[in-house]
């Protein structure tokens, strides 16, 4: 491996214009196809093969054009009178009158939408539920119930509902300029006195933003670089190289969108992925070159062995990382594979860039990339010629209290998850959406108006084909909505369709064989207790199928998404256990033992669970009132793993390599640990810095989905890198010594000799020389100065 990549790092520094004009052509390439085959997003969350999937499917042979709960691009515009009043007074119903106009004539908008003020149309709507209510012998009370529990008018008639559909194929479909005048429409309705907001999935646009977030963790890391390189050139070379791969990548998911279903969210998060491991890749290896060039003047020689030694941590790191994100398509769940794919997809160009397009960049630099110089860089040394740095410090603390380090990393970080025993899954609604927007503006007068049950109904599928007699199949829908009424936790359950053939004088003409049952929980759409109905009314499922002789299916965006919930709650376990059965056999070839990869995979497990209990606490329970309590996005857990692994997999490899190597060449376990952290420690700080405030910047963003993970994956880095990597580890080596390093004789025949370390490098200052001597070089002003 090591002496493959020096040749590849030397060749890209010689012949660097045809490595950076063939990135260029790629770049080109990319953007071509991504102009003109690429499709918009999806934001469907589905999973197929579970029950309300395929209730849904149910709904769909049994009313044939019935929209998908999650495609449609719902709208429902809540207005209200001002208190004390209401909107069957003529002000205000003149206002609602030309509400409803103007929202008709929006783009996009459906040429037969039945609009309608909401004071008429309860009117209308609640007579037809008495008369139908009346021929089917239905007491008037109950009937007067139903008619409120659908009525688009409170019971006070202060607030009032329209809803409509945009006629457009999928909620991605749904223009800016739409969203826009929905917005002015509803500033002029303000402007007549009334409270107008909206919410759906249709009162939204679906791209994320980023910039400003994106260019507030570039800026951080621009100065973390310069107080590491003290060269504003060399300081610029990872951002440019990471924001170059970073512009493939994301151009080419976007390409990838003609071949495949892409999540809306995956661009942000492989933003987030693509740029923190770009920067420190190319951070790591340019380290490496500036310590070679202490060694030799053959610029192209040390470039080779940076590639070759630092460029194999980088891609057995960049393995890692692969492994965790590729790994999420085993677990079955569409969204979540192009999600993992894509950002993966980021990270091998992240590898990539850095292997070649740095040591092109090199080349066409010469000796100008430590260029802009602001410092020299003039270490400290002890009585022994070793240079004396904070590394070196720190991992001597460490080495003289290692028992009390590692008890009190792991009694800090397993207090820290705690709070993860009361997790609780969903999906963002617009109920749990940042008080200032008007979804949630929306969703708060619906709450107060209708009941929280309003936001999230159920809906029961009831195929009464098996039943022959039509009095009878009729009598079966009844049972079962009452039946569903009779739930704990149920507010009303009652029919709402029928799949019954009408001519145009509405006699019937083909009987229905299925009807739609609609129920209404007591509790809204992310209350566990809607999660548990759901749970009982399935439970009960097939016992009022036997009864009536039909058969039933729950869905509903609700039900769709509590399913999508438990089914990635069920691929956690399987999933936990291929990324670290890999990746352990990974790090077994990279370290030559399984004692470093065991130590490395239980701070993981550390590190990802205080990491969790932390967002418990700051994001679900609202702790420190920092935001809002609300639910945790159901994907977040499985994809921080995956995240967190590999990037504690970067630091494992990037720190550990460098003691391996020193204990290859004859150091012991401590010294190599000493020496280790004396070489790499700056360097795994200043790239865990870089991921921390590039993570951290996207908690600056509006998207619920990106606060939450950008807080969890910079929680991540801090626990990782600073605590589990930089206290238990070496604690743990410390307490191991030269056992650390232990294979049995027939694993070490098996195991693929991969030589990270550079051993087979031939590099003239180890040869035959003390430490001492070598490190004697660094004081010439002229090899300091590079």
């Not at 037969?112 to 008429?120: G, S």
């Not at 503006?441 to 109904?457: E, I």
Request: charged share 20%; net charge negative; proline share 4%.
């Amino acid at each position: 491996m090591a002496t493959l990549l020096h040749r590849l790092g030397k060749t890209a520094y010689r012949r660097w214009p045809f490595f950076i004009a063939g990135w260029l052509v790629l770049l080109i390439a990319v953007i071509t196809v991504a102009a003109g085959f690429s499709k918009p997003m999806s934001d469907a969350f589905t999973i197929p093969g579970i029950p309300s999937e395929k209730a849904a499917d149910l709904q769909s042979e049994l009313f044939p054009g019935s929209a998908d709960a999650l495609d449609e691009a719902s709208v429902t515009v809540v207005v209200a009178a001002p208190k004390g009043h209401t909107l069957d007074e003529p002000t205000y119903t003149k206002a609602v009158d030309t509400l409803v106009a103007d929202l008709g004539d929006l783009p996009q908008m459906a040429a037969d939408a039945p609009l309608a003020n909401p004071v008429e149309a309860a009117k209308t709507q609640t007579q037809q539920i008495l008369d139908a209510a009346e021929q089917s012998g239905t007491p008037p009370s109950e009937a007067r119930a139903n008619a409120q529990a659908l009525s688009p008018l409170s019971e006070d008639g202060r607030v009032g509902t329209i809803s409509f559909t945009f006629d457009v194929d999928s909620v991605a479909d749904v223009e800016p300029a739409t969203i826009d005048a929905l917005t002015d429409v509803m500033d002029q309705a303000r402007d007549a006195g009334l409270t107008v907001e909206a919410n759906g999935s249709g009162s939204q646009t679906q791209e994320m933003g980023g910039g400003a977030s994106e260019l507030i963790g570039i800026a951080i890391a621009l100065v973390v670089l310069l107080l590491t390189f003290g060269s504003f050139v060399a300081a610029g070379l990872p951002i440019l190289s990471a924001v170059f791969g970073l512009g493939v990548g994301l151009t080419g998911i976007t390409a990838l969108t003609a071949f495949m279903d892409v999540s809306s969210s995956t661009t942000i998060l492989a933003t987030m992925i693509g740029l923190a491991v770009g920067i420190d890749y190319t951070l790591f290896i340019l380290a490496r070159y500036r310590t070679e060039l202490h060694h030799t003047d053959d610029r192209e020689e040390a470039v080779g062995i940076a590639v070759g030694t630092a460029g194999s941590a980088v891609v057995f790191a960049g393995l890692t990382v692969l492994i965790a994100l590729s790994a999420l398509s085993v677990v079955g769940i569409p969204f979540l594979t192009a999600m993992g794919l894509a950002a993966a997809a980021t990270v091998l160009i992240a590898v990539l860039v850095a292997l070649t397009l740095l040591p092109a960049i090199l080349g066409m630099l010469k000796s100008k990339a430590f260029g802009g110089s602001v410092r020299r860089y003039q270490p400290k040394r002890d009585e022994d010629g070793h240079i004396l740095n904070n590394g070196v410090r720190w991992a001597r603390f460490v080495g003289k209290r290692p028992v009390a380090l590692a008890l009190l990393v792991v009694v800090g970080l397993g207090a820290l998850a705690i709070p993860l025993k009361d997790l609780h899954l969903a999906f963002p609604t617009d109920s749990t959406a940042s008080t200032d927007t008007t979804q949630r503006k929306a969703s708060d007068l619906m709450s107060d108006a209708f009941g929280s049950g309003s936001l999230g109904p159920l809906l029961a599928v009831v195929d009464g084909r098996d039943i022959a007699d039509d009095d009878a199949r009729g009598q079966a829908f009844k049972d079962v909505a009452d039946w569903a009424g009779s739930q704990d936790d149920v507010a009303n359950a009652q029919v709402v369709a029928t799949n019954a053939v009408r001519d145009e004088d509405g006699n019937v003409t083909t009987p229905a064989t299925g009807a739609l049952v609609r129920i209404t929980p007591s509790s809204g759409p992310d209350d566990t207790a809607t999660e548990d109905l759901l749970k009982d009314l399935r439970d009960g499922q097939s016992a009022i199928q036997q009864q009536t002789g039909t058969d039933i299916g729950i869905t509903g965006q609700t039900a769709i998404q509590t399913d999508v919930s438990e089914r990635l709650s069920d691929a956690l376990p399987i999933y936990l256990a291929i990324v670290i059965g890999l990746a352990f056999i990974l790090l077994m070839i990279v370290f030559r033992s399984i004692l470093v990869p065991l130590t490395a995979t239980i701070g993981f497990l550390f590190s990802v669970l205080a990491t969790l209990g932390a967002t418990v606490l700051i994001f679900q329970e609202g702790t420190f009132g920092l935001m809002e309590g609300q639910p945790i996005v159901s994907f977040m857990p499985i994809f921080l793993i995956g995240v967190v692994f590999g990037l504690a997999m970067d630091y494992q490899v990037f720190l550990v390599s460098r003691m391996r190597e020193a204990h290859v060449h004859g150091m012991s376990t401590r010294e190599a640990v000493v020496d280790g952290f004396r070489n790499s420690a700056r360097v795994v700080t200043a790239a865990a810095t870089i991921m921390t405030a590039v993570f951290a910047a996207f908690m600056l963003q509006d998207d619920a989905i990106a606060k939450s993970m950008g807080f969890a994956l910079a929680a991540a880095v801090v626990f990782d890198a600073f605590i589990v990597r930089m206290v238990l580890i070496p604690a743990l080596l410390y307490l191991l010594g030269e056992k650390a390093w232990w294979l049995p004789t027939w694993l070490d025949r098996i195991l693929p000799n991969v030589d990270v370390e550079g051993e087979k490098l031939q590099r003239a200052h180890l040869i035959g020389r003390p430490l001492e001597e070598d490190m004697a070089d660094l004081d010439d002003e002229e090899s300091v100065r590079v």
